[in-house]
Nanobody
Framework: EVQLQASGGGLVQAGGSLRLSCAVS????????IGWFRQAPGKEREAVSC????????YSARSVKGRFTISSDNAKNAVYLQMNSLEPDDTAVYYC?????????????????WGQGTLVTVSS
């Protein structure tokens, strides 16, 4: 069974950067699409970004385009989320998840495997 381990969260000031990592075991990153989601207190889980294991195509939510970049490293079997120009509204627990296929990448229910979250706090 695929297992995912998210890490890299922390406290950062607005305008700062963080890089989240998602380590994958029990499978390889090129066998799955790996997505990043986030959930702020009192809000629903929302899609942030996704990378297709099939062809490397990436997708991002409108709210993070131009600021966040998703990438994968097959050698390390990991997916990363580089977050720049962070804003207080980016504060949330961030989760990585894996699925087959890529259609409707932004729907959490489409993902089969989830890692534990990592907390990102952006102070103003």
């Amino acid at each position: 069974e695929v297992q995912l381990q998210a890490s890299g969260g922390g406290l950062v000031q607005a305008g700062g950067s963080l890089r989240l990592s998602c380590a994958v075991s029990g499978g390889t990153v090129d066998d799955y699409s790996i997505g990043w989601f986030r959930q702020a207190p009192g809000k629903e889980r929302e899609a942030v970004s996704c990378i297709s294991g099939y062809d490397g195509t990436t997708y991002s939510a409108r709210s993070v385009k131009g600021r966040f970049t998703i990438s994968s490293d097959n050698a390390k079997n990991a997916v990363y989320l580089q977050m720049n120009s962070l804003e207080p509204d980016d504060t949330a627990v961030y989760y990585c998840a894996a699925r087959s296929g890529i259609t409707r990448w932004n729907i959490p229910a489409r993902y089969d495997y989830w890692g534990q979250g990592t907390l990102v706090t952006v102070s103003s």
